[in-house]
């Protein structure tokens, strides 16, 4: 079959593909896979909001909704926003989709040309580097170096800005590497973006998702509201990953624009899950304080045990639910090692290199996982890894 030439541009996300292969060892050979690979809560989703969504179908929610989202379930993104962050958007810089994903793809293709250039992490999640090349601009990855915690450094991205920059995507806390931004580097990213003139996307769908630290984000230094577009969702916090429901919040101008690309693609959210939507922002909130005080307990299991491991070094994530090994010392490439631990030892985790170039020497696994799996993998790779150092696979 004959593509576009435009979908040579489009990339992937490796932790669906894993995802597959680990199931077929698992089928086919029978051995024991121990699920580190993806990005999602394996916490059931809080009954409450079942229950809502149960209702809504009950209730007749079963038609499409205006493209950019019912009345009710905007104004209460927009109330949840007051309450969090102390900002208040007008429920007509809101629009509701089917996941996040959509708003960063919307924003893309309707912003940039061939030519203009967007800022994007590296590591980062792989969607953002995909659509940018999708979408004909030029990808410009800004390191995050193990030294600065994986927060990007503020004085080396003010070199990579040009006329041409666009748009700088930020991420925080950050999938892969749990890294989270201070309060100090979002004004001064905040103050290089007027200076500068271009736009900031900033994905927060691991903002509530926080360890030690606290949360800042770059909208509340957008006074104005002209130039910070947030994208955010309950795919994380509330472990709906499947629901698929995300919004963004950004100029209104810009609403007029999402919102005529989303009834080209998907017309609107499922209209069910926007009305559980309104339970999940505005109901009880303990399910999701007990996911993250679980999560916290994980991460520190997982860095306790990837510290005692050969060639491995681990710091520690302020956010999200991901560790981010340092494993140069094996002597391995980390697509060598990921395979070598998913075939050989059922470990299933991501190559550091899933998430850009800067990901080499590292690996990601997911800690959506228990504590009694996290100790499997740890007990599996700590007997395996002396042995390995020592005959290292070299790569070409
Ligand atoms: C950094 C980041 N942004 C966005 C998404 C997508 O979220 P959603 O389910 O809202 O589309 C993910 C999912 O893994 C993610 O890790």
Redesign the pocket.
Known sequence: MKFAKRMSRLGT?S?FEILARAQRLEREKGIEVVHLQI??PDFDTPRNIRDAAIAAINDGFTHYTAPAGMPDVRAAISEYYAKLRGVTYDPDQIVVT?????I?YSLIMMLVEDGDEVIYPDP??P?YKSVIDYSGAKAVPIPLREENEFRLDISELEKLITSKTRILII?SP??PTGGVLTHDDVERIYRLACDHDFLIMT?E??SRIIYDVEYASISQFDGKQERVIV??????VYAM?GW???WGLMPKALAQGVIRMQTNITSCATSFVQKATIEALSGDQTDPGKMVTEFRKRRDVFIEGLNQIEGFCCTKPHG?FYVWPNIKKTGWKSLELSEYLLNELGIAGLSGTAFGAEGEGYLRFSYANSIENIYKAINRLKEAMPALLKAPVKSN
């Open positions: 996300e932790a990005g999602e089917p996941g996040s994903k959509e960063m980062g999640y969607i991420n950050q999938n994905d769908i691991y994208m955010d969702g309950l795919s994380k990953c698929r429901l995300g999200a």
